[in-house]
């Protein structure tokens, strides 16, 4: 399979973790990828390039654009997936966090997509995959900041999606789940905290970095040609619950106690 040959990505935050394994599967399906990151990325290939990017800074951004452009003559796919996690309720959340959190996870894709779409346009449509998180669509304890600046990236993307239909140029949300990370990893380092985070995902477990990248080059390919301002959840069945209490369960323990 071959989805991508003759097509060029930019993915953000794509030196590791689930932007690494994007670029991963984007490269084995035939895309030339650039890298977007202020870390440069372990892996490396004939078609994987990198420019050292802080996405919050407007001219760092459009010079990635323009290199991708210079080297391989357009640009069909971009992937916002750089992002900073935050915890601390709002009384002690100092305001240079909430700044930073929104610098990084909102406002940068503001900057990405002004620089990339005209190139896009140019090239005749592509498609663009904000990388979310079930926190944007839900809130949690202590994460104000995050469950803000998702939020604010779900709606964005269907405002994108309404402006950039007519040019060819989709656009959806991705909104992983717990996927085990750098970011996420030490959240479920200790076993019993790890069943306390799993006890929550119907599936059982932990996503994984390639899970999400199947998902995103799904929505990056003409499989996807006809699906724009959809915002996908990929987090094993979380928000799919309500969140009241598994009373069946509870029957059957009380049943057991006898
Ligand atoms: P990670 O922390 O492992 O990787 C993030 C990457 O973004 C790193 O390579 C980092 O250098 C880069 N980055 C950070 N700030 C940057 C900046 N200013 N400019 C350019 N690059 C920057 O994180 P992970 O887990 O791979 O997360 C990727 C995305 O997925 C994020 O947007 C995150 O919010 C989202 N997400 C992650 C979940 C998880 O459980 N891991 C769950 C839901 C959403």
């Not at 959806?172 to 959240?187: D, V």
């Not at 799919?240 to 598994?246: D, E, L, R, S």
Request: include cysteine; charge should be negative.
């Amino acid at each position: 399979m071959a989805r991508f040959e003759g097509k060029v990505a930019i993915v953000t935050g794509g030196s590791r973790g689930i932007g690494a394994a994007m670029v991963a599967r984007l490269v084995s399906e035939g895309a030339k990828v650039m890298v977007a990151d202020v870390n440069a990325p372990d892996q490396t290939g004939e078609h994987i390039a990198f420019l050292t990017t802080d996405v919050t800074n407007s001219a760092d951004v459009a010079a990635v654009v323009s290199a991708a452009r210079e080297k391989w003559g357009r640009l069909d796919i971009l992937i916002n997936n750089a992002g900073i996690g935050s915890l601390g309720e709002t009384p002690d959340l100092e305001e240079e966090v909430w700044e930073r959190v929104f610098a990084i996870n909102t406002r940068a894709i503001f900057l990405t997509c002004k620089a990339a779409i005209p190139v896009m346009r140019d090239g005749g449509g592509g498609a663009i995959i904000n990388v979310a998180s079930i926190s944007g669509l839900l809130g949690d304890f202590a994460m104000g900041a995050y469950n803000a600046s998702k939020g604010a990236v779900i709606n964005y993307t269907r405002s994108l999606a309404l402006d950039c239909a007519r040019d060819g140029i989709r656009v959806n949300a991705l909104c992983p789940g717990l996927i085990e990370t750098e970011m996420a990893a030490p959240a479920v380092a200790d076993p019993i905290d790890r069943a306390f985070w799993l006890d929550r995902v119907p599936l059982g477990r932990s996503g994984r970095p390639e899970e999400m990248a199947a998902v995103a080059a799904f929505l990056a390919s003409d499989d996807a040609s006809y699906v724009t301002g959809a915002i996908l959840a990929a987090d094993g069945g979380v928000t799919a619950h309500t969140g009241q209490p598994n009373a069946p369960e509870r029957i059957r323990q009380r049943k057991l106690r006898g």
